[in-house]
């Protein structure tokens, strides 16, 4: 009996190891813990946002409630909305467009004398799809192109420098048409001329210019800038009717950025102008003008085509290729073949 009660107090102790948990084994301590659920959140829409947006949600940014719709007049194709924006505020814009048109936006600061700045933007669909910038770290300046898809579209600005009041160039072109027109004429000095959606009016950047140019267009047709090594292309016009600047029009600028090479007289729609030519280089950058000049009544008219690129061979091989020299070219000539006296 005795070895029963024995036996039964071994196979009970011996059962009990086996089916107990180990009193030095502490799941809560051991396991990894569980950790709360974070969220990153969507950062406030700038220039310089990409990657952070979720791809199929209206982000947080851009509540319906703040958003300031874009509307066109009846049968328009563009508007020009003039506002003003705070240093370190942003501003959203809504317009709804469809599948394939050409639409293109474009910002002109309006900066008084002895200040900076300008507006870098975000281009975003509904569906979360980035528009502009389509590179991480980059600042969109301009973005002209085919919509992806029919939707409301996002244009979300933000100020990098004090820019009091600007006005915001909005074009949608209609349903399979490719470009529109637009007329700039000054009755004061007589010129007129037009120019396609692709380009638009913007500050001038420093060029061989003899006069301040009085109209310059900025090249903003993405698709010639998108992997390659284009960077900025600009039409100048100006004029003059001080003697000074009469007496010396065709003469080559002493004081521009880079020496000038004449290379002849050329006539373009009627008119008799001297055609110099100027190039400069730095730091791997490239600057090409085309320089024309012509006295007409006395008055001194000077048109320029401004062309910066870089280097192919600061790149990557394979990532970046050559820009379209020749259509940047014929396009700025398209433009020019338009230059009118009234």
Known sequence: MKKNIVFSLLLFLLITACVAPAKTTNVENTATPTRPVQFTPIPTLTAKVQTAVQPTLTPPAMPVGQLNEIKFKANGTYVDITDTIALGANKTYSINAMKGQIMSISILPQIPDGSWGYIPMQIQGADGSILCPQLPDAECMFWRG?????????????????????????????????????????????????????????????????????????????????????????????????????????????????PEQLIGNEVVNGFDFVHSTAEGAGAGNYYQQEIYRMVNKNICYEVIYFIHYTNIGNYTPGTVTEFDSNAIMQSLGDIFDTFNIK
């Open 146 to 258: 085919a919509l992806p898809a029919t939707q409301d579209y996002f244009v979300t600005l933000t100020p990098n420098g004090d820019v009091p009041q600007f006005t915001m160039r909005v074009t949608v072109n209609p349903p399979g048409k490719k470009s529109q027109d637009f007329q700039y004429s000054n009755s004061q000095t007589g010129i007129s001329l037009t120019y396609p959606d692709s380009f638009v009016p913007a500050l001038p950047v420093v060029g061989n210019y003899k006069i301040s140019p009085e109209l310059t267009l900025h090249y903003i047709d993405s698709q010639a800038y998108d992997k390659t090594n284009l960077s900025e292309v600009y039409l100048f016009v100006s004029s003059a009717s001080d003697g000074q600047t009469v007496a010396t029009c065709t003469d080559p600028n002493p004081n521009g950025g880079g």
